[in-house]
């Protein structure tokens, strides 16, 4: 860790002079003339004093990152890192490329300190920490994988003739993944979320699936989230559709709330500094919709703050499927609730999220459009400036596709919004109710069993059919006692070996003739 003080001498002076009064930056435009601090550090090889060269930047592709040089004048030892700065995302992120040519294999990856990379065919796996920081392509990545591999292949040869020879082969068949010989899956996963596969087209790109996920408390113990000792509401089960806003949205569920109603909380640890806090809890009721849980959590130490809303009716029995048809500003205000089950269609701009993306938020239209518009601008980093941006048609394209999102977020031309959640568990104000909405449909469907079985309603319902045999066996067993002990009151006995009726109970010793 970085001690405090040094954090206002670390921001190199900007080449274009900030306005008077505004605070200095803290991770400038990288420059060429940008100035480092010095620090006299612990050399770990000789126990002698050395110093650290430390420079904060902000780069187009690792946004903001330390660099970090030491030396040592007494025993010549010399280390350097590169360390990224950028915070942890909500959730883990899953890009799963599946590689049949070339023109994946030159798709560039931005690879996290945290993030591993799998190729199941070859059964290889490139752990965290390992090819750190990195901006390469899917083929620079195995060549590299290909090299370190064989580095040391001359000195296998001459102690173990038979391992070298195992991994010659191997590395002659990640060499042909490299060059796209045979189809294989590229799977890049990063629990800290920061990590990316380029797509050269989002909207139409087979090759490649993108997922998230909620994190494990052993990766977040990894990520260091959370101390190796603290139990945490991380190991507790998450329900299905769990969803965040931000903190200014809070304010608009205030209309919705009941002023009677009780606040519940209970203690919560923090989870950006681990300090005790104090989670409040209020259930209430969207007009025209259902029950939902509204939850705020404020740090008194660090001054952390957190909303979540999530429903509180549980899983529908049916999925929902929900049209609006924009035509004016006044729709843009409309409330929208999105679980993060939920996905986002856009037919006019043959745009959809899918489920897990943005997570759930209760927002306005326009609110939605926003953040969506922010999401897709910044969390493509070849999108923006730099010497692996896309190109130049594939840019201009970029940019009129966010330009038209733009334009439909200003409410500049009509357009379709659809959120379907198979969960049934999101909603669009309507502004005429109880009466219908002439803009605004919806319909119910039947979930497919692959929707099920991606949200786990299968294993639930196997749960509930096992629990129903058990109680049935339960009562058929405690049914059948007072039976045997009726029959056997009456002189006979229950054969359970063959149907029919029961033989007469054989005469007690005690009633036999002397």
């Not at 002079?17 to 200095?24: D, F, H, Y």
């Amino acid at each position: 860790s970085i001690n405090a003080e040094y954090m206002g001498k670390m921001a190199a002076p900007n080449p274009a002079e900030p306005p008077a009064g505004s605070p200095p930056e803290i991770f400038p435009a990288i420059a060429p003339d940008q100035e480092t601090t010095l620090i006299e550090s612990l050399c770990m090889n000789c126990n002698e004093n050395g110093t650290t060269a430390l420079l904060m930047v902000s780069i187009p592709f690792f946004r903001q990152i330390v660099v970090m040089a030491f030396s040592c004048p007494h025993c010549g030892w010399k280390n350097s890192e590169v360390q990224s700065c950028t915070e942890i995302q909500p959730k883990g992120c899953v890009f799963q490329l599946s590689v049949s040519s070339s023109r994946e294999t030159d798709r560039q990856v931005v690879k996290s300190d945290s993030a591993f990379i799998r190729v199941p065919e070859l059964e290889l796996e490139i752990p965290a920490n390992t090819q750190r920081g990195t901006l390469n392509t899917v083929e620079g990545v195995l060549e590299t994988v290909a090299d370190h591999m064989s580095a040391l292949q001359e000195q296998r040869r001459a102690e173990d003739p038979a391992l070298a020879q195992k991994l010659d082969q191997f590395i002659l068949r990640v060499r042909a993944a490299s060059k796209a010989e045979f189809p294989y899956t590229f799977i890049l996963d990063d629990p800290a979320g920061n990590s990316y596969l380029q797509s050269p087209d989002p909207k139409n790109d087979s090759q490649l699936k993108v997922s998230f996920y909620v994190r494990s408390l052993e990766q977040d113990r990894s990520l260091g989230l959370v101390a190796d000792t603290e139990v945490t509401s991380s190991s507790r089960p998450r329900p299905v559709g769990t969803m965040t806003m931000p903190v200014d949205s809070i304010n608009k569920m205030v209309e919705y709330v009941d002023p009677n109603r009780e606040v519940l909380s209970f203690p919560e640890n923090c989870p950006n500094c681990h300090a005790s806090g104090e989670v409040r809890m209020l259930v209430t009721r969207i007009p025209m919709f259902k029950e939902i849980v509204l939850m705020a959590y404020t740090c008194p130490d660090c001054g952390y703050k957190s909303t979540d809303v999530r429903p509180g009716a549980g899983i529908e029995p049916k999925g929902l499927r929900i049209a609006l048809r924009v035509i004016d500003t006044q729709d843009l205000s409309r409330d929208v609730l999105k679980s993060d089950t939920a996905t986002v269609v856009i037919p006019e701009l043959d745009l959809e999220l899918t489920a897990g993306t943005l997570g759930g938020m209760f927002t306005t239209v326009e609110g939605l459009l926003t953040q969506v518009h922010g999401q897709l601008e910044t969390s493509n980093p070849f999108a923006t400036a730099g010497d692996s941006r896309l190109d130049t048609s594939d840019l201009r394209s970029w940019r009129t596709f966010l330009d038209n999102l733009n334009a439909l977020k200003n409410g500049e031309r009509p357009f379709t919004l659809i959120l379907d959640d198979p969960v049934g568990n999101c909603y669009i104000q309507n502004r005429f109710a109880p009466e219908p909405d002439p803009c605004l449909a919806s319909e119910e469907y039947e979930r497919t069993p692959e929707m099920n079985d991606e949200l786990g309603i299968t294993w639930l319902m196997q749960q509930d059919a096992n629990d129903d045999e058990a109680a049935a066996a339960r009562l058929a067993e405690e049914t059948a006692r007072p039976l045997a002990r009726s029959a056997v009151a009456d002189g006979y006995t229950i054969s359970s070996d063959a149907p029919g009726p029961a033989a007469p109970r054989p005469p007690s010793p005690s009633s036999s003739p002397s």
